[in-house]
């Protein structure tokens, strides 16, 4: 049971996505198809935390290949809440995409894509081994190019252009610091490798962990190789971007941490200087970058940008309270990007536009819209007691702790950009008056409505909940953290005890095969 | 024989990168796949080359001879072909239907998603 219950998170979503691939013809049925998937989903992975939470780390290796040498998927405190995010934040889209896509022709081939997105993006959380990492990456990356150029109009075809070639440049830098690694230390086992890669030469380790850097720089829209993310996701509907926007940077980040933990040692790698510069600019640039937008898709991209800032600012500080806070920011900011975008899609369905000097009037037409965007924006740009501003806090505390002034300085300083940004959308969508050639909102069913309120409102209740609740969210991250930074037991865990990958025969051969 | 195909790999890298300079967006995917060939070469050599030494264990042992090749590159790079060939057909389709909406293959052309509506 135990050995099934961590392959299911990817194999719900599958099987969905296989599901209503067979019956895109019935729009109700791959629905209920979708939703069933999306609940299963949610179900499991509320059992799979349960038992981390309750048994500790949970291993399962496929075919009973043990590890070093067969995959693993290995569900610590901090892969298994990652997939309790991700399944909640599929029934979300889900949920929304219902009403907001029901009318287009891809609605069916939508909802597969979807779920197989989903399975991509679990499988990259639970596996500890790096290669099947990569395929996970795939999985993630071709769902997502197809999910982006299902409306195909011009601008679209544009979009997708610029979002494929880039996230195929890091794809392809992925695939060989995985080579190399594998040539250097005869093994892909995340586990297995930390100990082999503190055994390879400085340069060596530096060529190798500079290029998984790379990669996942761009995976994360991270400083100089953001500009894809800024290009592309303003012309996705908006339950895809809402989607993109609180998953796939995610996962980069979720890599880095990862990566730079268990398999290379941030400090030793002799990157974490660059990853605090990488980390200051990011921030500065994704806010400044939306101050000057005046379209709400456009505006939240960029503030996916400035975010991600803040999590590669707690992965670069290095110490446990610093990623305790880049952990607890991830899961804080999942959350509350979705649900802004998903208020931007509301509003973009009600008024025919996100651009904001076409839109106004929206409180007092919606006055519990109005209260609903606030709770996500307040939150991300850091006002207590909401989720966003205990992530900061704890990022910001952490640098003040190892003396980084002008990283806090930046960090802080962001924050109020970012209230900026979020008060121009404020004024201009919800405060000033409907335009006057602005054409009428549309009269929604009530249905609809609910389909539409039904996520927002439940994510923004999420938020709340985090931000009185913090005790045990912040046990959790700091619990995940400590494990990141003193990896011991999870790599017991996974080899097994005393390590078996010092008799291992791959190893002792070596993979030169010539030293016996 | 390693360093030789070190120079090969590092002959199409440079190509490679080269045509992925180019603005012209099918001279882009060309240079794309040589890039990713150049990467799956990178890892075959990687795995070290040998020749003439299998990875089968003889009846009587429990381990390969020494000196054998090891097959696990091989698999990476089967895994890696195939996905490449996915993305790569995906890459080809979109950039053909690019070109035909856009009426341009130069990149700096297209600018359809940048522009405010």
Redesign the interface.
Known sequence: MMQWLLVMPIFIPLLTATACAFSFRKQSLSSVISWTGAIANLLVAILLIQTVISNGLQVTAFGDWKAPFGIVFVADLLSSSMVLITAIIGIAIVLYSTADLRSKPFYAIYHSLIHALLAGVMGSFLTGDI?NLY?FF?VM??TS??LM?LG?N?????????Y??LN?IS??VF??A???L???TGTLNMADLHAKVAELPDTTMMLISGLFLFGFAIKASAFPVFSWLP??Y??LPSAIVALYAALLTKVGVYALIRVFTIVFDLVDSGYQPLLIVIAGLTMLTGVLGAASQ??IKRILSFHIISQIGYMLMGLAIYTPLAITGAIFYIIHHIIVKANLFLIGGFLKRKQGSD?LRELGGAYSAMPWLALLFLIPAFSLAGFPPLSGFWGKFLVIKASLQTEEYLLAATALFVGLMTIYSMTKIWAEAFWKPLPENAPAPVTLSWKENCLYITPIAALAVITILIGFMVEPIYQLAETSAMNLLNPQPYINAVLGGDSISHTA??SA?G?????? | MEFLWCLVVGLMTACGVFLMLERH?VR?LFG?IL??NA?NL??F????L?RG?PPLIASDA???A?????P??QA?IL??IV?GF??LL??LL??Y??IK??GTAD?DK?????T??
């Open positions: 290669f395929v795939e990356l071709i190019f197809g150029v195909a011009k601008a679209q075809i544009d979009a997708a252009v610029k494929v070639v195929l794809t392809m695939l060989l995985i080579g190399l594998y040539g250097a290009a592309s303003h012309h005046f379209n651009n025969p791959l051969n993979i030169a095969g010539g030293s016996h | 967006i882009f794309m890039v990713s990467i990178a890892i050599v990687a795995g070290r040998t030494n429990l381990l390969p020494a000196g054998y090749a090891n696990l590159p990476l895994t890696a996905i996915g993305l995906f890459t979109l950039a239907r690019a909406e856009l990149m297209m600018q359809h998603a940048e405010e509506q």
